[in-house]
């Protein structure tokens, strides 16, 4: 089941196919979040294949995405199970309902897995839509 393999809290194998453009969504559904930081964290089988270059993006239809944070070449992921966090640099108090995580480059390996195993969000969650 990969969503509870990216959502939960235990160190995981959770690999995309070797594609251009791999990425893992979350549908919040009915609760729209104002995210401020979130936390990645690598997978458990090997120190390899760590993400590097990335895209968080939202969305409140699934089909229109608006950037929030971009990292290129970032180093911060270098263990099986590590975890960092990272600011959003460009929601700038915008509400999603539908976040996507994407990898734009190759990973620590130089292929194009995209391998996690958690996802965490942080900010303020809402009951009700954006005005």
């Given at each position: ?12 194998r959770?690999v ?50 608006t ?65």
């Open positions: 089941d990969y969503a509870s393999s990216i959502c939960g809290r235990s160190v995981v959770c995309s196919r070797a594609v251009q453009n791999s990425w893992f969504s979350i549908d919040f559904k009915d609760k729209w979040i104002e995210i401020s930081h979130y936390t990645l964290r690598h997978y458990s089988s090997w120190d390899t294949e760590a993400v590097r270059s990335w895209v968080v993006e939202g969305s409140n239809d699934g089909m229109n995405f950037l929030i944070d971009q990292r290129v070449n970032d180093q911060s992921l270098q263990s099986k199970g590590q975890a960092h966090t990272w600011p959003c640099t460009k929601n700038h108090g915008r509400r999603w309902k539908i976040f996507r995580f994407r990898q734009t480059d190759k990973n620590s390996n130089n292929h194009h897995y995209f391998a996690l195993s958690g996802i965490e969000l942080y900010g303020k969650m809402w009951l009700q839509p954006p005005r």
